[in-house]
Every structure is written in structure tokens, then in C-alpha cells.
């Protein structure tokens, strides 16, 4: 294992402080914890958290900022963060309105972050969650239940933060959340696995000429193994997927985000982006922003992943409000 | 046959041996249907268990239990922690204001322990999880009263490799589908290390 680390048991905090020093103005920690929060909160509006393991940078804390989350809670490598953890940053941005989490539908982090909401209401504060599951490679669309939280988060973030900045009620925060979170889909692949630092070697083996389909953000090996084939048909294998689980009709209007893994150079991931948009063109969907970079990556991992939003009206609107995040200018 | 606080901290001293010796094979076992961390969580949650009460002054097992507890529900993280956090909480609960722990008591603590997991975790039997070894093992105490350790052990061991030819249906090996079949769980494993540690220190009380 080859990474610039330090200890692989303190590759968290260290990477916390360093980001709070980048960001002096935007981000604070919580002291004794791995909370990272907005300096100066909005008042009178609904607290936004979210988080999840690390490993994932830009998220959870990149989308820390007005306009998207007030808390981001860092977990282990991989791992979800703890109830006691979750805690600390539910009660540090509720300014009285109540909070909502935004989780993704893994089970540790579904079961940290409940814990989490118990005790925050046996505190007093009014908390709601909402559970992401994007991802259409691990099951059929019509068992929602399984499936995985990956980029689609991002969007969440990203709509459910400007509507609290709106000063719109808990309840009308979450509704918008869960619009967004019916009509995102996403799905990825991966050409190389990646190495969590504590376990010191790879999380699955690929050969040079094969991929991997349908891989998670957790560095977890994905549903189907193939030859290697060309980023016009991965594109498409990827996009068409995503497209039919989503039932979008000609016309619809959608967002794009093609995001990388990690450790895929902008040039595959803009090659990929001209097919997805060939094959949306082909289909007279109308793209009303695409994103490409890297948002919900797997520490080094080399593969990309396709999320497409369904938009509407209220949701374009608020996909193109105001956000300081430091990982999502707008 | 009964335990003491002593015989507490020994299970506990136990577990975390094996978890420590363990902990590249819980890794392994992860890595094929999982995401490879539950031997780093579940290495480190122990390790911390071992720092946290070894120094303190319990007055019965309860209280020890429920620091370990808080522990492992605050340093294992993933899906392991609330899961081995609820079982532990649900033994200190069961064993309230009792310095000697009776079989029966043993009895009453694990049952106790396997719905708080069941609860937790919303899963069954058969769905190739921790419960697919926690369950045979309260069986076996319901069954027998005088059951020897050395059953225990096999038991929770013979149920561990059991999983091997489930299909996953909850957790996060439940993504892999066919794929799962094979493969040990890795939280049954780990809930094999802890039984086998009770068993060793049932047999030395």
C-alpha cells in the first residue's frame, strides 16, 4: 500500500484538520468529535446533516455551507459514523426549527443515524430522516428497499439545502428531499478497485482487461464482472440502465452528473460525458445542467458513476440557488 | 456454574484477544461479500472496550456490561456497532442488580440480547447475519440447563460455518445475492469469537 498517510488509524482526523484549516472562513469542527459544521449557521431555518463514512471526499463535508448541509459527520474509512457522533452535530445545528437527516441506504449508516434521531427526540429536538438509494445496480426498481445510496446524494444535498434556506418547515424540507430522492438514479463501474488504508491491500482483484459493474462507493466489488469495452459503451450500458429504471419519457427535462471514482482523469470522465449526452440527445431528454468532476468518490478507485435527475419547475430552481458549499459553487 | 464480575472481564478479554488475532480473517471474510472493514471496526471497538473499563471500579456486571455498551455503539461504527451495542445494552439490562450471574440468568441475558438484535437490525433467521449464530446459541441454553461449555463453543462454531451456504437477504452482503453463497458471514464470525470466549470463560468460573 503506497498513500500519503501518516498512521492508517488517524487518517480522519487528520484529514478534519487539514480541511478546516483550507476552509477557515466556512467550516469549523466540533471539538472532541468528527463534526464538521458551517461557521455561522442561518438562523430560522431547518438544520440540514448528513455524513457517512470517509473516503468519499468532496463528501460529506464539501457540502457543508449555506445553501446545502449545516453539519457533515465523518465516519471511519468506509464506515458509518456513530450515534454519539450524529448526536453532536444534530444539536448543534438545530436553531429550534428541527433537523433533517440525509442518509444513504446502507445498513450501518441507516441504523447509526436512527439511533441518532431516538436520542435527539428523547432530547427534545424534532428530527426527520430521509434515506437515499439511488443506485439501480443492486436491485429492481420495484424493491426500493435495497437499493444503495451513492452520487444521487449529492443532489439531496443540494435541493433539500435550498429549500431550508427558504425558511420552508421540517416537513416541507423532507417532502422536497424525497421528490428529489424518487426521481434520482444513478449507477457505476470500476476499472480498479481501491485500498481502505487500515486494511493495507485491495478490496476486490481485477484483472487488466476486465471491469466491474454495478460497484458500490464502499470499494465493494460490484454485481457483474466483463471485458473491458469502450467509454461509448459503457456510457451507454451505464446511462440506459439509469434512464429505464427512471421511466423518463421523451422531453423530460433532467440534470446530469458524471462523477469519478477518485482516481479517473477528467478526460475519461468528459469522454463519457459526451456519449451519456449522445445517448440523451438520441432520446430527446433535454439536459438542463450537467456536473462532471468528482462528488461521491471511493478513495483511489478508478471508475465513474451516471445519475440522472428528473426536473422540475421546483426543482430546477432550487438545483440553481445560491451554494458556499466549498465543493458546490453556484 | 455462575459468573462473576471477574469472569465478565475475562470474556471480555477474550473476545478482544480474538478479535485481535482475527482480525485480517474478519477483513477477508468482509471482503468477499462486503466492504472489508468489519475486522478493522470490530478490532478497534474491542480494543477500546479492553482501554475503557480496565481501570474502573464496576459494582456488578451490569455496570461493566453497559460501558461496554456505549463502547462498542461508539467505537465499532458501521452496521456491527449498534447491533453489538443494542446485545450488550440488553445483557446489562437483563442482569440488573445481579453480582452472580446464574445460568438461567445466561439464558434470560442472550435471549434478551437476540431480539435487541433482531430489533436493531429489522432481520430474521436465515438471512446470513450474526443472528444465524446468536439464535442456535440461546437454543441450546433453552434446551439444556447444565449445557457444557465446550457445546457452546461448537455450537456458535458449527452455526458460524452454517452460514456458508445461505443467501444473503439483509445486511450489506444481502447486495451480492447468489454471489454470498460461499462465503462465511463475517458478523457471524465475529459473534462466533465472542460465544467462544464465553464458553472459555464460563468453563474457568
Known amino acids: 500500500m503506497k498513500k500519503i498517510i501518516n498512521n492508517p488509524n488517524d487518517v480522519v482526523s487528520d484529514m478534519v484538520s487539514g480541511m478546516i484549516q483550507a476552509f477557515p472562513e466556512e467550516l469549523e469542527q466540533i471539538d472532541g468529535t468528527m463534526v464538521i459544521k458551517r461557521k455561522e449557521l442561518s438562523s430560522n431555518k431547518v ?16 457540502y457543508v455551507g449555506k445553501g446545502m448541509l449545516d453539519a457533515a459527520v465523518a465516519g471511519e474509512v468506509f464506515t458509518s459514523p456513530t450515534p454519539d457522533q450524529i448526536l453532536e452535530a444534530i444539536k448543534a445545528v438545530d436553531t429550534g426549527h428541527g433537523v433533517l437527516l440525509i442518509v444513504k441506504n446502507y ?20 428530527v426527520e430522516q430521509v434515506i437515499v438509494n439511488d443506485d439501480v445496480a443492486v436491485e429492481d426498481s420495484d424493491f426500493t428497499t435495497g437499493r444503495r445510496g451513492i452520487a444521487g446524494t449529492v443532489f439531496v444535498h443540494k435541493i433539500a439545502g435550498a429549500m431550508a434556506e427558504t425558511g420552508a418547515t421540517l416537513n416541507e424540507v423532507k417532502e422536497v428531499a424525497e421528490k428529489t430522492i424518487n426521481q434520482v438514479r444513478s449507477m457505476g463501474m470500476a476499472l480498479t478497485p481501491c485500498t481502505v488504508p487500515a486494511a493495507g491491500k485491495p478490496s476486490f482483484q481485477l484483472e487488466e482487461n476486465e471491469m466491474e459493474i454495478g460497484i458500490g462507493i464502499h470499494g465493494e466489488a460490484g454485481i457483474e464482472r466483463k471485458p473491458i469495452a469502450s467509454a461509448e459503451d459503457i456510457a451507454n450500458e451505464l446511462t440506459q440502465k439509469v434512464f429505464d429504471d427512471l421511466g423518463l419519457q421523451s422531453g423530460d427535462e433532467v440534470a446530469v452528473m458524471i462523477n469519478g471514482l477518485g482516481a479517473t482523469p477528467e478526460m475519461e470522465l468528459f469522454i463519457l460525458q459526451k456519449h451519456v449526452n449522445h445517448l440523451l440527445e438520441n432520446k430527446r431528454l433535454s439536459v438542463f445542467r450537467t456536473y462532471v468532476g468528482e462528488f461521491m468518490t471511493s478513495l483511489e478507485m478508478t471508475g465513474c458513476s451516471v445519475t440522472l435527475l428528473k426536473l422540475d419547475d421546483q426543482l430546477k430552481s432550487l438545483l440553481e440557488a445560491a451554494s ?5 459553487r453556484v | 456454574m455462575k459468573l462473576q464480575l471477574n469472569d465478565i472481564r475475562n470474556w471480555l478479554e477474550l473476545s478482544n484477544q480474538l478479535m485481535q488475532e482475527n482480525r485480517s480473517y474478519l477483513i477477508e471474510l468482509d471482503q468477499a461479500i462486503g466492504d472489508s472493514d468489519h475486522g478493522i471496526n470490530m478490532a478497534r471497538g ?3 472496550v479492553i482501554t475503557k473499563t480496565q481501570d474502573q471500579n464496576y459494582q456488578s456486571p451490569s455496570d461493566l456490561l453497559k460501558d461496554v455498551a456505549m463502547t462498542l455503539m461508539s467505537k465499532v461504527g458501521g452496521a456491527a456497532g449498534p447491533l453489538y451495542g443494542t446485545a450488550f445494552l440488553k445483557l446489562s439490562m437483563a442482569w440488573k442488580d445481579k453480582n452472580e450471574i446464574q445460568v438461567n440468568d445466561i439464558k434470560e441475558g442472550l435471549q434478551a440480547g ?6 436493531r437490525g429489522k432481520a430474521t433467521t436465515g438471512e446470513k447475519t ?24 461448537e455450537t456458535a462454531k458449527r452455526a458460524m460455518n452454517d452460514t456458508k451456504e445461505l443467501k444473503a437477504t439483509k445486511g450489506r452482503a444481502s447486495y451480492f445475492k447468489e454471489k454470498s453463497i460461499g462465503h462465511i458471514d463475517p458478523g457471524s464470525a465475529s459473534s462466533y469469537y465472542i460465544f467462544s470466549a464465553l464458553a472459555t470463560s464460563i468453563k474457568g468460573a
Open chain 2, 130 to 153: 450474526m443472528i444465524d449464530v446468536w439464535d442456535p446459541v440461546v437454543q441450546l441454553f433453552k434446551d439444556d440447563e447444565n449445557v457444557a461449555p465446550s457445546t457452546i463453543e
Open chain 1, 47 to 62: 438544520g440540514l446533516v448528513s455524513g457517512g463514512g470517509s473516503g468519499h471526499e468532496p463528501a460529506h463535508a464539501g
Open chain 1, 324 to 328: 458556499e458549499a466549498t465543493a458546490f
Open chain 2, 46 to 48: 474491542f480494543q477500546e
Open chain 2, 114 to 119: 437476540l431480539d435487541g438484535i433482531k430489533q
Open chain 1, 107 to 126: 445498513t450501518g449508516d441507516v441504523m447509526n443515524f436512527d439511533m441518532a434521531s431516538e436520542l435527539a427526540e428523547s432530547e427534545g429536538i424534532k
